[in-house]
Each structure stands twice: as C-alpha cells, then as structure tokens.
C-alpha cells in the first residue's frame, strides 16, 4: 500500500471539512442524498457510455495499481544488470539461462534474457523489447483514462445538480424565508461535482501516469542494459549507459551496493572513473 497516496486524499478531503466548519457552516449540510445521487451517479453513467465493458472491468486493477508502491527500484535493477554482466563476461552468454530462474516473476526481464542466450539479433530484441514497453504504456494508459474522463465529466454533473435544484427553488417562490437556504443546498451538488474530480479522480489519474512514468523508465534501463550484455560491452560502459537515467545521488547509492558485495572499490572513487569515462 502506497501509504503517501492515501494520507493525500484524506488531507484533502478533511481540509474542505474543516475549513467549512470553520467558517461556521453545519456538517449536515454538506451530507445532501440527492447531490450525491445525482453528481456521482451520472459520472458513473457517462463514464460507462465512454468506455467498452473490458476496460471498465480492469478498474479494481487500476486502483490497485494506484494504491500500491512500485515492485521495483531503479538502483536494484541496475545492481542486477551489472551482475548479470558480469557473469557474461566471465562465463559466457549461455551462463545467463541459469540465472533467468531468477526473474520468473519478471516477464520483461526474462524474456530479454532468453533472446539473448538464443542468440536474437540485438536489433530484433531491441525493437521487441520496445514494443513491449510502448503497449505495456498504452494498456495502463487506456484504463487510467477512466479516472480522467471521470474528473472531467463530475463538474459537469455538478452543476447538472445545482440547475435542477435552482429550477425547484425558483418554481417555488413564495416562501422568502426559505429561498436562501434552498439555493445553498442547490449549490452542494456543484461542491460534490467540483470537489471529487479534483480531489479524488483527477489526482488519481495524475498518481497513475507519474507511477507509470517510473516504470517504463526501469524498462528502458533494462532494455539498455540488455542490448550491453547482447554486445559483450564492458561492466564501465553498461554503467556509463545506465548513469545516464540516474542523479548523481542515486548513482552513488549503486556504487554503495555494488561495493558492498564486492568489498573493494570506494563508491565515491568508483562514480568518479565512470564519470571520467
């Protein structure tokens, strides 16, 4: 569970709430039964016209994958490129299907490592390998769309809600006294619309792209990383390659972990030669 994407929404949730009360509005009003049916259930209605039956039933995926901390780390996935490299180099390319048992769980990663033990032309993996990541892009893409076509479509419903409720209000005039308070319930249903799209869907959205981004970023280090190892390139410039995606902090945070399993060369003088290279 991505704790951080949870504490963000109940901030922003809890912030309207408070700063209502504090300007001396009633909790009450805020809980009105028809705004709510009407700006939330015509966000699901329009939301389901838009989109074919396939990619709606994919929405507890998508949650889930807005809800959840990324599987994989860039600085972990370089450390296992390295070492894969230098297993090539010491013991040949066909060493490596010994060490794909250990990407099982890991398609991407397991299937560029077979094509290079078979032997595939490093244009071929390269082309395969960013097909992958293009269509891997375009299905989350198309399912978090979901949740941007609903942040567009919930102001719109909201202020659906606050003309049927103003059409009510002014079909009923008599009553002076009530007037003021009816137009402020008519307006709930524009706070509901306004307030969800971007409070909950639009970030929602938002949160998907940005955890999509690094993951396709981690792809692209392992398809470099990869075409390096299909080359027989050395250990310096497969990193050289693989800096480049980095900060020099969390280059340096590499250098730590491959240093540590190794036991020789100082981080700091290690990120220095690769930098010099």
């Known amino acids: 569970m991505d704790v951080a994407t949870v504490i963000g929404l109940l901030v922003g949730l809890l912030s309207l709430i408070v700063g ?12 009105k039964v028809t705004a709510f049916l009407i700006v939330v259930g015509g966000t699901i209605g329009a939301v389901v016209v838009s989109f074919p039956g396939k990619i709606l039933a994919k929405t507890p995926f998508i949650l889930r994958y807005a809800f959840t901390k ?3 780390r860039q600085d972990d996935t370089i450390v296992e490129l390295i070492n894969l490299a230098n297993i090539s180099r ?7 299907e010994g060490e794909q048992r250990k990407f099982e769980n890991d398609a991407f990663m397991s299937n560029g490592i077979q094509m290079v033990v078979d ?4 244009d071929v993996i390269d082309d395969i390998l960013n097909r992958d990541i293009e269509l891997y892009e375009q299905k989350i893409l198309s399912i978090g769309k979901i949740f941007e076509s609903a942040g567009g479509y919930a102001p719109t419903m909201g202020i659906i809600g606050t003309v049927m409720g103003l059409v009510h209000v002014l079909g009923s005039l008599e009553d002076a006294a009530a007037l003021g308070p009816a137009i402020a319930v008519a307006f709930i249903a524009t706070l509901y619309g306004v307030g969800s799209a971007n409070v909950i869907y639009l970030p929602i959205y938002t949160k998907i ?13 392992k398809t470099e990383g990869i075409l390096s190892i299909q080359y027989g390139e050395s250990t310096m410039i497969l990193k050289k390659k693989l800096y480049a995606f980095l900060t020099e902090e969390e280059c340096r945070k590499v250098e730590q972990k491959l240093t540590s399993r190794s036991g020789s060369v ?5 990120f220095q030669e690769v930098g010099q290279l």
């Not at 209502?20 to 809980?31: I, K, M, Q, S």
């Not at 010491?90 to 490596?96: D, V």
């Open 20 to 31: 209502f009360l504090l300007e001396g509005g009633e909790l009450v009003a805020l809980l």
């Open 70 to 72: 990324p599987k994989e």
């Open 90 to 96: 010491r013991e040949g390319l066909l060493a490596l």
């Open 119 to 122: 032997g595939v032309d490093s």
């Open 209 to 221: 792209r940005n955890k999509l981004a690094g993951d396709v970023l981690i792809r692209q280090l």
């Open 266 to 270: 100082n981080a700091d003088q290690a």
